[in-house]
């Protein structure tokens, strides 16, 4: 049985890794992408493709739980997939109808996939794994990171345009990684629980298919009414709304270290014929940044002597630094030129150590952030979490999808202000939230 959990997971981490190789080499390349097509008839932005989608994303989040209760978890990563493969098969032959249509579905589908693989790794996992299966999963995705950034460094270093044949190949390459995480599902076996379930409907023989998947239908319309009144309770809550400046600001930087940053380094003058390979370095070391972020402060949190504000006070530093480094190093037209390169000279000579800098303190202060606010909602709603989690997810995609809308009009500056002044509200709100719950644990000690 254990045996069966843990080969569940390494599938589901694989599939994952696979799938997410695909998506966010995509995502960090795309507008570049976009930018050197030599077709008159296409019209997209990637800024407003990543966009759509985080919003679609946002509002998804409410119905994807019904829909997972329904067809199973297993069904629904395997749709999911598809939609993702879908989205990267349209950069092979561009079609800006296609372009957006697939931003769409991928936005839908992204909720129904999380959805997904949150119920699986529960279902498959015990008190006494929960967070070793959760490491491992966790490991696998944040791989993804490198290995199809480090592709597009070998194959775009030296290349000031990307050619069509370039592209098509790129893009075939990460459609091939995406379709073999999709098929990695199918894989995956049932669980004890949920054969157990099976075996007892099988043997009610007055239950026809028909009625069983009605019955499912059901429940879950009547668990999500349930959670849905529960979310709009929380909205109210004091917690939530204090809490509320930093999930937003957590979406702000999601969308500029995800898909704004690389396209301002593939876009600055001044790196010349090393510029487009940068951004797939950029991609690697953010995912540095994530990793070892996310491995130290786990365990520096397992010690009482660091508290949550610490690591939520050194993300900021750590993210105003990058800031500023960011805008002396790179050109304030970086985001918003579109068919050629920055016009405009920054303040300092633009030097790829500084910017690799950069992408690693973008990464590091990004894990800091979601780390401490996973942590506070698990602690301050242990028995709510879900709904809590949801709310987090709908705030945060709704400012990244909000960022990604604004980031080909705005000039560099103005976004990292931006970024600044809503990063010092969410880190001072923090910390009146996690003062309000040592005063209360202390009253109760009392």
């Known amino acids: 049985m254990a045996d069966r959990r843990t080969f569940n997971v390494v599938i589901l981490g694989l599939g994952f890794l696979f799938i997410f190789t695909a998506f966010t080499t995509c995502g960090n390349i795309e507008q570049t992408v976009v930018k050197s097509l030599h077709n008159d008839t296409f019209s997209g932005s990637g800024y407003h493709s990543l966009g759509i989608i985080y919003g679609i994303f946002s509002f998804s989040n409410f119905l994807a739980p019904t829909v997972v209760v329904v067809i199973g978890p297993k069904i629904t990563m395997f749709l999911s997939g598809i939609l993702y493969s879908g989205y990267i098969a349209v950069f092979i032959v561009p079609s800006t109808w296609a372009f957006y249509l697939t931003s769409v579905l991928i936005g839908i589908g992204a909720a129904m996939l999380w959805t997904a693989q949150g119920h699986f790794l529960v279902e498959n996992s015990e008190a006494s794994t929960i967070n070793r299966n959760t490491g491992m999963f966790w490991a696998l995705l944040q791989c993804s990171m490198l290995f199809g950034n480090l592709y597009i460094y070998f194959d775009w270093n030296g290349k000031t345009e990307i050619s069509d044949g370039r592209r098509k190949n790129v893009f075939l390459s990460l459609l091939v990684a995406s379709i073999l995480g999709t098929l990695s599902f199918l894989a995956l076996r049932r669980s004890h629980d949920e054969e157990e379930m099976l075996s007892d409907e099988e043997g009610q023989a007055l239950l026809s298919t028909r009625m069983m998947y009605k019955h499912r239908a059901n429940t879950a319309v009547q668990d999500a009414k349930s959670e849905f009144k529960t ?216």
């Open 231 to 446: 979310i709009l309770q929380l909205v109210k809550d004091k917690t939530i709304l204090l809490l509320s400046p930093c999930m937003a600001y957590s979406g702000l930087e999601l969308s500029f270290y995800s898909g704004v940053y690389g396209t301002c380094i593939g876009a600055t003058a001044q790196f010349g014929e090393a510029a487009k390979g940068l951004i797939g370095i950029s991609g690697i070391v953010v995912g540095i940044g994530e990793i070892v972020g996310g491995g130290l402060f786990g365990l520096l949190c397992k010690n009482n002597r660091f508290r949550r504000t610490s690591v939520v006070f050194l993300g900021m530093v750590v993210h105003f630094v990058a800031f500023y480094l960011i805008f002396l190093n790179i050109p304030g037209d970086a985001p918003v030129v579109f068919y050629n390169v920055t016009q405009e000279k920054p303040y300092l000579t633009p030097s790829v150590s500084i910017a690799l800098l950069c992408s690693f303190l973008l990464g590091l202060g990004d894990s800091c952030f979601n780390t401490q606010l996973y942590s506070i909602l698990g602690r301050v709603y242990a028995e709510q979490s879900t709904p809590a989690f949801a709310i987090f997810k709908f705030i945060q995609s709704v400012f990244a999808a909000v960022a990604f809308f604004y980031s080909g009009y705005l000039v560099l500056m103005w976004q990292l202000l931006l970024m600044i002044i809503l990063g010092f509200a969410g880190t001072l709100c923090f910390f009146v939230v996690e003062r309000m719950q040592n005063f209360s644990v202390d009253l109760q000690e009392y």
